[in-house]
């Protein structure tokens, strides 16, 4: 396969891009989260989070995006898998997949990847490792009745994820195959990832918890043993991403924002934000170099996507706009990711 294409951005750097998304915004879960709030407030996370009134697993979560990015329709699928699944559902589906579990299992350090040939579509499909970042990872599958592999410990691959999309195909000069895909549908992938855990993280614990009566979210969250809010989800897990320089980059901003440093940081942030407030159906895009370096950028619209979110902006005193309805615009999230040199 041809790495490098200029008629958008490849299969193996689109994944790459994916998969840094799902994996951050997992691990500030388990971490920030499972983690810390059982060592914290002894808030434990069970299968049965709704009756038992806890945290879902890490893999529960995981599960419940995968599901609402594939409700959506937008092309990307992904779930986890496992030579030991727990969930028979979980395991391998063919043998290419059972293979790419196998070699991610013996070098952790590079996803298996391979083409498919379905329904006139060209799909990409890669397997990334799936390490266990908790130790409530660790202590579930080991403990597990239904497990079938009881010595795994803290970062051990315990299976892996595999991520298809469909990818774009045309012959170079020399007929070479070029495989590539474009970049606003790269973008439409990621925001779909981040909406649907944000909106997960939003309703099944946010929510969920505060309405049992169990805990509560807030802004101090660190210092208080609670809950993040759910912007705080994802700007954390955007500063994984900025740290580990994946390329990708995302934030919220607004035209009312609560902190300052949200407002929008140029003309084509207000741009977009003006745009997705009054048409909230596509984002608003544009390509642009930085150095000899080009990226391309779109602006999505932010929804109020729980009650929670409408509660916060609504009454906090530094909020400049308090008459937020549920699943209404209240900013945007902007997405850069860097584009294949010409």
């Not at 041809?2 to 388990?30: C, M, W």
């Not at 266990?132 to 299976?159: M, Q």
């Not at 779909?192 to 993280?201: G, N």
């Not at 109020?304 to 400049?320: D, I, K, R």
Request: charged share 25%; proline share 7%.
């Amino acid at each position: 396969m041809v790495l490098k294409t200029p008629l958008g951005i490849s299969p193996e750097k689109a994944a790459y891009f994916i998969h840094g998304v799902i994996e951050a915004d997992r691990t500030i879960y388990s971490q920030y989260l499972v983690d810390r709030l059982k060592e914290t407030v002894n808030l434990d996370s069970t299968e049965n989070w709704q009756k038992d009134k806890t945290l879902p697993l890490p893999a529960q979560f995981l599960l419940m995006a995968s599901e609402r990015v594939r409700s959506k329709n937008v092309g990307l699928d992904f779930r986890l898998m496992s030579l030991w699944p727990i969930n028979p559902k979980n395991k391998p589906r063919n043998h290419q997949e059972k293979k790419g579990l196998e070699e991610v299992f013996k070098n952790p350090d590079e996803p298996y990847t391979w083409l498919q040939q379905t329904d006139n579509k060209l799909i990409f499909n890669a397997v990334y490792p799936d390490k266990a970042v908790a130790k409530r990872c660790v202590s579930c599958h080991n403990s597990h009745p239904k497990s079938s592999k009881r010595d795994f410990k803290l970062n051990d691959v315990v299976g892996g994820i595999l991520l298809a999309f469909p990818i774009d195909q045309t012959l170079g000069e020399n007929n070479e195959k070029i495989y590539h895909v474009p970049p606003e549908v790269v973008t439409d992938y990621i925001h779909a990832i981040l909406e649907a855990d944000r909106t997960v993280y939003a309703r099944h614990v946010v929510n969920h918890l505060q309405k049992e009566n169990v805990i509560y979210a807030s802004e101090n969250w660190w210092e208080e043993n609670t809950l993040l809010l759910p912007a705080q989800f994802m700007l954390n897990a955007s500063d994984l991403i900025r740290n580990l320089r994946l390329g990708v980059d995302y934030r919220l901003i607004s035209l009312w924002p609560i902190n300052p440093q949200n407002g929008a940081a140029n003309r084509f942030e207000r741009a977009g934000l003006e745009s997705v407030a009054s048409y909230p159906l596509r984002p608003y895009i544009r390509t642009t170099h930085v150095g000899d370096q080009k990226y391309f950028q779109a602006v999505y619209p932010d929804l109020a996507v729980s009650p929670s979110c409408v509660e916060c902006h609504n009454a906090h005193p530094h909020s400049p706009k308090h008459d937020f309805k549920l699943y209404d615009v209240m900013g945007g999230v902007v997405l850069s990711v860097p584009l294949d040199h010409d």
